[in-house]
């Protein structure tokens, strides 16, 4: 039988999705050829082979499952054992180490809310392009030159992205979401900053998991992404922008199934729905948002801190009685944490880097000390 390239693999990769604790080459070979035919074992064996380490990992007893599984993302960070160290400040908890390990170590239905912006793509938080980034080598990120006398934030360049970096951002944003699945209670809802050139691989990861989508939410703001004129040719084509300019960002909305109607599960739960701003002011899913501020980004130099303002109003309103427990996966400068704790909330952030951990817990105090406009 003729098959198309790559029909195999991919077919290998759906009998792996299901089985997220590894499988042996001759439970593969079973479920591949009740999707496409017959396969000789030999030739799963093969494409196994040919494929690990980037696609597949080898467990022990000669199984196999897809790298991003029950595992950190592919460039572990250096010397991180899991969950070492621990900051606590007010109802607030950073942990240092991996989110899916740590939320494979979690009791099911304990976490009432998630708002994250995590990594865009696995590639540009890895250790080795965050090397780069540092020392103003740029990498995958783009160190834009000051303008008007700021200086710019750096930027990722997600149009260098290879496919196999696109597959594993799916790979990996499937098995959080399923993660996900068992430590939320129902009706959680689940809020994932993204980017729109990258914002259907994470949509279609978290949906596959289970999860519901409820939608976008905007945060209208002006970035400094998109609307240059082609390079090295600008004065040639100087009518032309080679894509948009970002005038918004998008925040992708999930939901923890519900258990019932929404009115049971809020009295069981506290979850289902979104707190209103006010009496006549729905939650809404546009938020203008200016860029954040000098003085929050003097206290957490960090590439992708979102303003407090932003924050403060998005964290309130995931928590529908305003009772339960915020998670952050992604904390990164723990920006999410000082907005639950201004707010009074309970909130965890896990961070797998050691640098950004330790930026973290001293701006969490500080941000959240913050007086913004709308308090």
Known sequence: MRRRPGEVRDAIVRVLEGRPQAASIQEI????????GDVPASSIRSYLRLNT???FARMDRAQYALQGFDCPAPEVARGVRSFEQRFDYGRASIILGDCNAWLAAQPNNSI?????????????????EQDKLR????????????????ARAPLPRFTVLRPSDLEALDRFFLAWGRHLMRVLVPGANVLVASNPLLSYIVSGALARAGLERRGELVRLTMTMRGGDRPKAAHVEFSDVSVMPRSMWEPWLTFRKPVEGRVQDNLRKWGTGGFRRVSADKPFGDVIESSPTRPNERKIAQHPSLKPQAFLRKVVRGVLPLGTGVVLDPFAGSGSTLAAAEALGYSSVGIERDRAYFKLACGAL?????LRVDGD
């Open 29 to 36: 070979t079973n479920g591949v050829t009740s999707m496409i």
């Open 53 to 55: 380490p980037e696609l």
């Open 112 to 128: 009432h809310a998630v708002v994250t912006d995590p990594p865009y793509g696995l590639v540009e938080y890895s250790d080795s």
């Open 135 to 150: 020392a103003g080598r740029g990498g995958v990120w783009r160190i834009p030159p000051s303008f008007d006398g700021a």
């Open 365 to 369: 105090p500080r941000l959240a000390g």
